[in-house]
């Protein structure tokens, strides 16, 4: 499967704990996206990354959340000390340029407690 | 500002029956690119189609059509003789030059196609 993959695809914690989700894209995508989706609403932009660069990132991500993309291939995101309120689906997506459509993993769904 | 606006929230339909699904967008930039994506129950979003601010031919692939009109901002989405299999959450979705590395969302349609 040449997809984009996530893993965990679910993960339950408990209140204040630190949660992290990776995401392997597309190989030859240079563009990586994170989004969040919560219960009954489109998914919302994170952040983004153009190879190992993180050029933009959402006012919804807080400085409890970071994202790191190492040698421009794989993505990590990382929630500290995670609260009720971050409970959602957070998708990875990559592309190969700017004005492509981007090709969606099948997300990792957080609980928190 | 990017702003989509899906004003259906759900659908149900008989199989077999064709189904619009409305859109309505903003944006200031001349240039942007408008999308749909079909989102099942298995959670993963699926591309569908993608259309360019300047191309306004509407056209027809597969069960799939769409109507493009500028003049409204619109970007409407149609399933012809819907199936079972159709049953999901559709959004719209829009990217402008001055965001380009930013996909901005509806609030999505749920389709339930009926046997």
């Known amino acids: 499967d040449t997809g984009v993959s996530q893993n965990p695809r679910h993960k339950i914690t408990k209140r204040g704990q630190n949660v992290t989700f990776r995401c392997d894209p597309i190989?030859?995508?240079?563009?990586l996206y994170w989004y969040r989706q919560t219960l009954g609403q489109g998914p919302e932009f994170l952040t983004y990354?153009?190879?190992?660069?993180?050029?933009?990132k959402s006012r919804l991500l807080s400085d409890r959340f970071s994202a790191e993309r190492p040698k421009g291939s794989f993505s990590t995101l990382e929630i500290q000390r995670t609260e009720q309120g971050d409970s959602a689906m957070y998708l990875c997506?990559?592309?190969?340029?700017?004005?492509?459509?981007?090709?969606f993993g099948e997300g990792s769904r957080l609980t928190v407690l | 500002a990017q702003k989509v606006t899906q004003a259906q929230t759900e659908i149900s339909v008989v199989e077999k029956e064709d189904v619009t699904l409305d859109c309505v967008y903003e944006?200031?930039?001349?240039?942007?690119?408008l999308f749909w994506y079909k989102q099942p129950p298995s959670g993963e979003l699926v591309f569908l189609i993608r259309?360019?601010?300047?191309?306004?031919q509407n056209e027809i692939s597969g069960r799939y059509s769409w109507n493009f009109q500028k003049s409204t901002s619109s970007f409407n989405f149609t399933i012809t003789a819907s199936q079972v299999v159709d049953s999901a959450v559709y959004f719209c979705?829009?990217?402008?030059?001055?965001?380009?590395?930013?996909?901005?969302f509806g609030a999505g349609t749920t389709v339930t196609v009926r046997a």
């Open positions: 190989s030859e995508h240079n563009r």
């Open positions: 979705a829009l990217r402008d030059r001055s965001n380009d590395y930013k996909l901005s």
């Open positions: 944006t200031r930039d001349t240039t942007y690119y």
């Open positions: 997506a990559s592309s190969t340029g700017g004005t492509g459509e981007l090709f």
């Open positions: 259309r360019n601010s300047f191309d306004e």
């Open positions: 990354f153009q190879n190992e660069a993180q050029l933009e």
